[in-house]
């Protein structure tokens, strides 16, 4: 089982920065993508960005030159720094990572979800 736990969320100004963190744990083979998305209320969860094992990364076009995606150097973090946010990018942020607990069997674990209000 791989537990991830987030942090970094919080209340923020229209034009801000904030800095989210996501720890994966447990039966860890490999850690192959692990990546960011977001829910706001009466909306779908998006993806935000995400990361592999070797570095490729994919955004939203909603958040491209605002966030950064990346990886922590022990591979089992992951974080997204955010910045000049707007109020629209308020949101429940979840993290999400995908990989192998052994040689043949996959995980996809999900955060328990974090914060981000941005005030205008």
């Known amino acids: 089982q791989v537990q991830l736990v987030e942090s970094g969320g919080g209340l923020v100004q229209a034009g801000g920065s904030l800095r989210l963190s996501c720890t994966a744990s447990g039966s860890i083979f490999t850690t192959n993508v692990m990546g960011w998305y977001r829910q706001a209320p009466g909306n779908q969860r998006e993806l935000v960005a995400t990361?592999?094992?070797?570095?490729?990364?994919n955004y939203a076009d909603f958040v491209k030159g605002r966030f950064t995606i990346s990886r922590g150097s022990a591979k089992n973090t992951v974080y997204l720094q955010m910045n000049s946010l707007r109020p629209e990018d308020t949101a429940v942020y979840y993290c999400?990572?995908?990989?192998?607990?052994?040689?043949?069997?996959?995980?996809?674990?999900w955060g328990q979800g974090t914060q981000v209000t941005v005030s205008s």
């Open positions: 999400n990572v995908r990989g192998l607990v052994t040689a043949l069997t996959k995980y996809d674990s």
């Open positions: 990361i592999t094992s070797s570095e490729s990364t």
